[in-house]
């Protein structure tokens, strides 16, 4: 475990689990000074007919969480991030051409994202979760500024086709709500949740 100072002083001697296999995810619980382990998840993520996005979301959070990779963990968070146009899903493009047309469709316009987060508490069966919404809004972009940006290679693994936290942070002229939500993890939701344990 980690010795440096933590404003979550209250987690102290907790072991808590990632359910997510996200870099982005374990970085922002290091910003905080939490240092989980990481077990990523093997859930099923198709979405049911007609399923509200809300609860998608929420689904694939709380699933993340009670699998419960980490036998030992006294928390676990799962977490899921969408972004959404319309009521359309837009999930992590599967090649670069997929990619460019996700990025035309959002370019000068706003979006939602929603990032569901749950912690569990294995010893207890309890689980807790919550679902954060953000707005965000794209810059115009010309087809030359998508083909650039897809060419970093950063819009491959990200919901969306873009990433807030990298060279993506560049094409996002509004955000209302949680920045870290849309990076992958609200923080301040999920330490939360997680202070609702102690």
Not at 94 to 118: C, N, S, Y
Not at 163 to 185: H, K, N, P, T
Request: proline share 7%; aromatic share 4%; glycine share 8%.
């Amino acid at each position: 475990m980690e010795s440096t100072p933590s404003i979550c002083y209250w987690l102290q001697g907790r072991r808590i689990c990632l359910a997510s296999a996200s870099p982005r995810r374990l970085t922002l619980l290091q910003q905080v000074g939490i240092h989980p382990t990481v077990h990523p998840t093997d859930l099923d993520e198709t979405r049911h007919p007609d399923e509200p996005v809300r609860d998608y979301a929420e689904r694939m959070a709380i699933g993340k969480a009670r699998m419960n990779p980490d036998p030992q963990a006294d928390l676990v968070i799962g977490a899921d991030t969408i972004v959404v146009v319309g009521e359309t899903m837009l999930g992590k493009p599967a090649h670069a051409a997929e990619a460019h047309q996700m990025l035309a469709q959002i370019a000068g316009r706003a979006h939602r994202v929603l990032t569901a987060v749950a912690v569990y508490q294995p010893a207890t069966n309890r689980c807790l979760h919550q679902v954060v919404e953000s707005h965000v809004w794209i810059k115009p972009l010309s087809d030359t500024e998508i083909i650039a940006y897809v060419a970093t290679g950063e819009p491959l693994d990200k919901a969306g086709a873009y990433g807030i936290q990298g060279v993506g942070a560049a094409l996002v002229s509004r955000l209302d709500g949680s920045c870290s939500g849309v990076a992958g993890l609200p923080l301040c939701e999920t330490l939360a949740l997680l202070r609702e344990f102690t």
